[in-house]
């Protein structure tokens, strides 16, 4: 029996803005508890919210980033349901007429460009935060500790339609919109700060059925790993129900952390009516054609843009992937190495791996203004002409992080440049020969790992000046 | 001097020319709240010393002949459903009797800053729920023309304080006719402005997209200065309005309909002939009055009693006992949450919450509150029309004078009838005044109500004046002559 999961992802994503979504409280981050409110966020008798227009640009940009339908004369609804952490007992979000809709986000898995549809995207306030002391949840609390500093802060949330098949895929897409909402600038987009903050919606049918199994809600998945963990493990929960002929019940689950389960949450919320109804506090969403463009033209080089470009230098589409997600320095100084050297591979290796590497261990998170891509292609060029071993050139690469140099000038001052002259060589390679008679018998035997012994051997009677290829093909030819 | 029969304008220019003290005006509605609130019960607080210090600042700037403006020094009195700061805000409702405001409503701040004195908190129906006051958890107002008959409601104490003196003006709010029915009940002009044209920031919601501040005053003159200094955007608002105000005929040229179905049945008598005998006197300055037909407004009351139950029911769920307001306690914080609102709101409240929340419900929301948001559309769109054609209309602002206590706490359907003519200005957002116009038999005061298109709330101000004038009745209550 086959069985096809099938996913959709509810995505929060908390704006970076100066001010909440409704008042002019700073969003602040503070250990302090209700240090920034007001009687709007705090839900004081008479208060009332005013739209944040920093906010609908944001999400005005996000839609239209994430392929969406702009949702001209949009509205504010009320959210009802009681909750001490929910000042009004209500929530402004949106609810049929939201500001984007019927998009969709570009998303690498593997080595495959896929398409994840979305359903909506839409405008709602934060709630405060409950600390529940004796228990973790409400319902077994001795006291609640309650903090609204968070009450009121912007959020998007994302919702995608039930396309994802996979727990790779999922987190495929989180990837990619957290991306986008960093290169959008909208959005700080760090997971373990929840400015992400995701439910899955999955649930699992025979393939023969032709349609979806029953929905099971999973929330408190706070990184990727228990995303990816928490959907493998549903998927396998609902097949093992249907194989064993169980009925599976439309419920919201709840992920264990450390037991690594979901469970379920016995909430109420299974038979929620929000009754929604458009705030009459707030005007109609009006989204002018004017506003649209003028938000169009602020929008940058988005990552499925940058991985367009990356793949035009021959990158692979998970390479292409991997720098679209990455700091764009790195992005723009791999454009323009590549442009110099015209070799995508090398490029792209030294610096994903040596120079991001050597950074890390240095503590630094930018380079130093004088480690430009011309000096970066010198020390590919000189790699690529056996000037240098790659190992030198790895050393250079050192020195120029902490020091402003010229490559070519420190490899000849330090005795970098390669013999590449093959006599020269050939004596090295048949004094190896001789003295290690042994294994060379062995290798004519056939263990071949025993070459890369004597090619060590004769790089180190070379003291590191002879290209290692170079010694390997007069090597085997001696053989 | 009886300040009771002064104008703001002439308080304001005995001021100016030294001959009055606001002190000396603050200390006779003193003494007038002090001699009637044994027997009316209008205030639930009286600002005694801090309106004494007030008074004699404002002693201090006419002084120095600097006032801060043309009401500086005049005693007003406040719903207790607005937010002063630092004064408690209780809506009449057990929910809030210990909660203390930490800011002043947009409107206070501009009173404030024009150098008013704030002479007290007035009562009102719990939450603005009601046409008598009689909804008041901490007890009803009596009205000052004969205490056997109700305020009306819910600004019932607002209105009891102008016709008794206790203060020179008030303000109150207007959902349904909060304004309007018990200025008319307790003989005084009461004016609903234009929704959005008077912030509601720091008004406590009962209905967000019905209520709106406005004042309630001896004159139309007063109504107006009081408007005025109100009025105005609101950047904490976002349902206030940018557009500034649009004049219409104010003269002998302004064109008056008379509203059929509000001069029908359900209409006493004794109403519906106020309305006649303003007609009679319009016609006699030369102003040309039509019968006009608004067929909606028969089902004003029914979309009514939807809108405003289903908005109260999100705007009143903050009131749970977790950040401020009375407690009960419970087991977890759900059962604190629900003893806290069985224990904190009134029957009139609670039947309201119940009425909205189903409304609202899944399944019923079509049926209901989406039918009342549409045929709410249409008779905004009917009074568009017939606002073509005529440029204010009169009918009665109540069907009744004011009616006994207990009369009608037995059949809520025959008590929101009062609210009958006053209902359709609030769905349809426009400006609707009452002023008085003479007494019943039983000598309780009777008037007519006038509305006009949206933003012509200066117009209608002005033309009401003169209705005012043609009409000459400034009768007032005897309540503390009788006492004296
Ligand atoms: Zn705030």
Same mark, same amino acid.
């Given at each position: ?6 996913? @959709?992802i ?5 704006l ?8 002019n409280?700073a ?8 240090e ?5 966020c705090l839900?004081?008798p @008479?208060?009332l ?15 239209l980033s994430a392929n969406?339908s702009?949702?001209k ?6 959210k ?12 402004i979000?949106q ?22 549809e ?9 709630t405060?935060?409950?600390v529940?002391?004796?228990?973790g ?5 001795t ?5 609204f500093?968070?009450?009121?802060v912007?959020?998007?949330e ?9 727990s ?14 960093i ?7 760090k ?8 439910d899955a919606?999955i ?6 059925d032709?349609?979806l @199994?029953?929905k099971v809600e ?6 990727l ?15 093992k129900?249907i194989?064993?002929n169980e ?10 952390e450390?037991k690594?389960?979901t ?8 038979s929620?009516d929000?009754?929604?109804?458009s705030?009459p506090?707030?005007?109609?969403m009006i ?22 470009k990356?793949?035009e230098?021959?990158l ?7 720098l ?7 992005y723009?100084?791999f454009l ?5 050297t015209?070799d995508t ?5 030294l ?5 991001q ?10 380079l130093p203004?004088?480690l430009t891509s011309?000096?970066?292609?010198e020390i ?9 071993s790659?190992t ?20 000849e001052?330090?005795n970098?440049?390669?013999?590449n ?9 048949k004094?190896?020969?001789d003295s ?11 263990e ?8 060590g051997q ?10 290692p ?11 | ?12 220019n ?7 003290k606001p002190s000396? +005006?603050?200390?006779e ?8 609130e044994s ?5 639930l607080?009286?600002f ?9 600042l ?6 120095k002949?600097n ?5 500086d020094g005049?005693?007003i009195a406040?719903?207790d ?12 409702s057990k ?15 501009k009173l ?5 004195i704030f002479t007290?908190?007035?009562n009102l129906d ?6 008598s ?11 000052p ?12 104490g ?5 016709s008794?003196?206790?203060a020179v003006?008030?303000?109150g709010?207007?959902t349904?006719?909060?304004?309007r029915?018990?200025?008319s009940?307790?003989?005084?002009v ?8 008077v ?12 209520d709106?501040?406005?004042?309630i ?6 109504a107006?200065?009081?408007?005025n200094?109100i ?7 976002a349902t ?6 649009v ?8 064109k008056v309909?008379v509203?059929?179905e509000?001069?029908?049945e359900?209409i006493?008598d ?5 309305v006649?005998k ?7 300055n030369?102003?040309k ?5 608004l ?6 009351l029914?979309?009514?009693?939807l ?6 029911s999100?705007n ?5 006992? +977790? ?5 009960e306690?419970?087991s ?6 629900e003893?806290?609102r ?6 009139e ?9 189903y409304a609202?419900s ?6 209901y509150?989406?039918?009342a ?5 249409a008779?905004?769109k009917d009074?568009?029309?017939i ?8 009918s ?7 009616f006994?206590f ?7 359907l025959?008590?929101?009838m009062?609210?009958?003519?006053t209902?359709p200005?609030?769905l349809?957002g ?5 002023i008085p116009t003479?007494?019943s ?5 009777l008037s007519i109500?006038l509305m006009s ?11 009401s ?9 400034n009768?007032r209550?005897?309540l503390?002559e009788?006492?004296?």
């Open positions: 029996m086959n069985m096809v999961p099938t996913i @959709g509810e995505t929060h994503v908390e970076n803005t100066n001010s909440k979504m409704f008042c409280c969003v602040v981050e503070t250990e302090n508890p209700n920034s409110l007001c009687p709007t839900g004081l @008479g208060a919210p005013v739209p944040n227009l920093k906010a609908i640009e944001s999400i005005t940009m996000l839609a969406c702009i949702t004369n949009g509205m504010f609804h009320r009802n349901y009681f909750y001490p952490d929910l000042p009004k007992n209500y929530q979000s609810f049929d007429l939201p500001v984007g809709v019927n998009g969709s986000l570009e998303i690498i898995l593997n080595e495959t460009k896929e398409t994840v979305i359903e909506r995207v839409h405008m709602e306030e934060d405060g935060k409950s529940h002391k004796g228990s949840r409400i319902d077994s609390a006291s609640t500790l309650l903090d500093n968070r009450s009121g912007p959020l998007v994302i919702v995608t339609k039930p396309v994802i098949k996979s790779k895929e999922a987190v495929s897409y989180i990837e990619e919109l957290r991306q986008l909402v290169d959008l600038k909208i959005s700080e987009g997971l373990e700060k929840g400015n992400l903050r995701f919606n649930s699992v049918a025979k393939e023969s032709n349609e @199994g029953v999973i929330k408190n998945m706070n990184s790993r228990s995303l990816e963990k928490a959907i493998d493990y549903e998927i396998k929960r609902q097949t129900l194989e064993s009925v599976i019940i439309q419920e919201t689950r709840h992920w264990d450390d690594e389960v469970s379920s949450m016995r909430s109420k919320e299974g929620a929000y009754r929604y109804f705030d506090d707030l005007p109609n989204l002018t054609d004017e506003f649209i463009d003028n938000i169009k033209k602020t929008i940058p080089t988005l990552p499925s843009q940058k991985r367009d990356l793949s230098t021959g692979s589409n998970s390479e292409s992937n991997y679209s997600k990455s700091e764009e320095w790195i723009n100084l323009e190495t590549q442009k110099l015209n591979k090398s490029t792209f290796n610096i994903t791996g040596e120079l590497g050597q950074l890390r261990k240095a503590g630094m998170e930018k203004e004088w011309e000096k970066l292609s590919i060029k000189m790699i690529n002409e056996n000037k240098i790659f030198s050139g790895k050393e250079i690469l050192t020195n120029l992080i902490q020091n402003e140099m010229s490559p070519s000038k420190y490899a001052d330090n970098l440049i390669q013999d002259d093959s006599d020269e060589i050939a004596k090295i390679v004094n190896v020969i290690n008679k042994e294994v060379v018998e062995r290798v004519k035997d056939g071949e790992k025993l070459v890369g012994f004597l090619v004769i790089i180190k009677s070379s003291k590191g000046n002879i290209n290829s170079i010694a390997k093909d007069l090597l085997l030819k001696e053989l | 001097m009886n300040v009771s029969n002064l104008s703001i304008s002439e308080i304001s005995l001021y100016k020319n030294k001959e009055l000396e +005006v603050y200390e509605v003193f003494t007038n709240a002090s001699l009637s027997i009316i019960h209008a205030h607080k009286l005694q010393d801090e309106a004494t210090e007030a008074s004699k404002s002693d201090e700037r006419y002084e002949g006032p801060l403006s043309d009401i005049i005693p406040i719903k459903n607005i937010n002063l700061k630092n004064h408690e805000t209780t809506c009449s929910m809030l009797s210990n909660y203390v405001s930490p800011y002043d409503a947009t409107v206070i701040k404030r800053n024009n150098g008013v007290g908190k007035t719990e939450f603005a729920m009601g046409s006051t009689e909804n008041s958890a901490f007890g009803p107002t009596k009205n023309w004969n205490p056997e008959h109700v305020p009306g409601g819910s600004s019932g607002s209105a009891a304080v102008v008794v003196g206790s003006a008030s303000l709010s207007d349904g006719g909060s304004i029915q018990p200025a009940f307790c003989g005084v009461g004016f609903k402005p234009t929704y959005g044209t912030s509601r920031y720091g008004l406590v919601a009962f209905a967000s997209s019905l709106q501040i406005g004042p005053t001896n004159s139309v003159e007063d107006k200065i009081l408007y200094s009025k105005g955007h609101d950047p904490l608002d206030s309005i940018k557009e500034s105000l004049e219409i005929p104010t003269d002998k040229n302004a309909g509203v059929k509000l001069m029908e359900g006493s004794e109403s519906r002939k106020e006649e303003t007609i009679k006197l319009l016609k006699e030369g102003n009055v039509v019968e006009v037909s067929p909606l407004t028969k089902m004003a029914s979309i009514y009693y809108i405003a139950p289903a908005e109260c999100a009143l769920s903050r009131f749970d006992g +977790v950040r401020y307001g009375i407690r306690a419970g977890t914080s759900y059962e604190m949450m003893n806290t069985a224990e904190g709101f009134g029957e409240v609670k039947k309201r919450i119940l009425l909205g929340t609202l899944a399944g019923y929301y079509d049926a509150y989406g039918q948001l549409k045929a709410r559309s008779i905004t009074f568009e029309n606002f073509k054609e005529v440029d204010y209309l009169i009665p602002t109540t069907p009744t004078p004011a006994k207990g009369e009608k706490t037995e059949n809520p025959e008590m929101y009062s609210d009958l003519c209902i200005a609030n349809a426009i400006p609707a005044i009452s003479g007494l038999k039983q000598d309780m005061p109500q298109p949206a933003r012509t709330d200066s117009s209608l101000l002005e033309f004046e003169s209705i005012e004038k043609l009409l000459s009745f009768q209550t005897s503390l009788d006492m004296k």
